[in-house]
């Protein structure tokens, strides 16, 4: 993995300005729903894609960055986001791995008898990869990783192992989320339980840390499986059926499972690769 410079920083403090930066943005949006009255205008404004609150991890990444390692901390997070050198294999699991394992629960769920939702998407194949970039530049992954992977995992892997850091970073990320839970949308995701939307994204995030640690610590790398979980959902309206929704907790905890068997807990990655990066180091 690439070496950063993890010494100086503060992971709090970077959480602080995440959370904050976005429940500003979104907490106005629950008191409306529970009879408070705001100007119609910011209302409008809160509730359109142009509601900045998704920004809220990549700002405060670079802030904090930038408060503690100025511009040469700056540009090392950039660089990261922009880096693609990770093998092809690291490619195709962070773009393909979320939607076998979605359309997989969709397909065994109506195996299974159920009353699936239509496979709407496939109806119009050039949809799908423009909904992937648009998920990529617009759907969180730009917005977040640069915050969730780029900062807070990179440092707290110096602290703890690759499973526990993912453990506590995947906790975060579902609780950054919370103020969507009392907000009506449309999406099937955030229909389901809290405690659910917790475990998942726990689960997903050893998941993208596998992905992310295998591919040098490459934020592309987080960013391209990050959009793939989202735009698996579109691909796969499986979380509209309760079997639908359980078969694919079960496929993700049998994943997530099986990654940290194989690859083991400490970092997640090959052993040949983790060798290759300690004799780089000394």
């Known amino acids: 993995m690439e070496k950063v410079d993890t010494k100086r920083g503060n992971i709090w403090l970077f959480y602080l300005i995440a959370f904050g930066w976005s429940w500003l943005f979104w907490v106005p949006l629950i008191l409306v729903e529970n009879g408070a009255q705001l100007p ?17 991890p990549l700002i405060s990444a670079f802030l904090v960055i930038f408060i503690y390692q100025r511009w040469r901390g700056v540009r090392d997070l950039l660089r990261r986001g922009v880096d693609f050198r990770f093998g092809v294999r690291w490619y195709l699991a962070a773009i393909f791995l979320f939607p076998a394992v979605l359309g997989l629960a969709y397909l065994i769920a109506m195996m299974s008898g159920q009353s699936m939702h239509p496979l709407d998407a496939f109806l119009d194949p050039l949809s799908i990869p423009i909904s992937f970039i648009v998920i990529f530049f617009l759907g969180g992954p730009l917005q977040e990783e640069f915050g969730w992977r780029g900062y807070a995992q990179t440092r707290l892997q110096e602290r703890w192992n690759a499973l526990l850091t993912s453990i506590f970073v995947g906790f975060m990320w579902a609780a950054w989320h919370l103020p969507l839970h009392f907000i009506p949308r449309d999406e099937a995701y955030y229909n389901n339980p809290i405690w659910g939307i917790f475990v998942s994204l726990i689960l997903v995030s050893i998941i993208i840390t596998w ?19 989202n735009w698996s959902n579109y691909l796969f309206p499986t979380l509209f059926n309760d079997l639908g929704a359980q078969i694919y907790f079960i496929l993700l905890i049998v994943l997530a499972a099986a990654i940290v068997l194989i690859f083991r807990p400490k970092r997640m990655v090959r052993e040949d690769k983790e060798r290759r990066d300690v004799q780089e180091n000394e």
Do not use: Q
Request: hydrophobic share 50%; no cysteine.
């Open 40 to 56: 119609h205008g910011l209302v409008d404004f809160l509730n359109s894609p142009n509601n900045p609150a998704a920004w809220g």
């Open 211 to 229: 992905i992310f640690n295998n591919a040098g610590g490459s934020i592309l790398a987080a960013m391209l499986a990050h959009a793939s979980y």
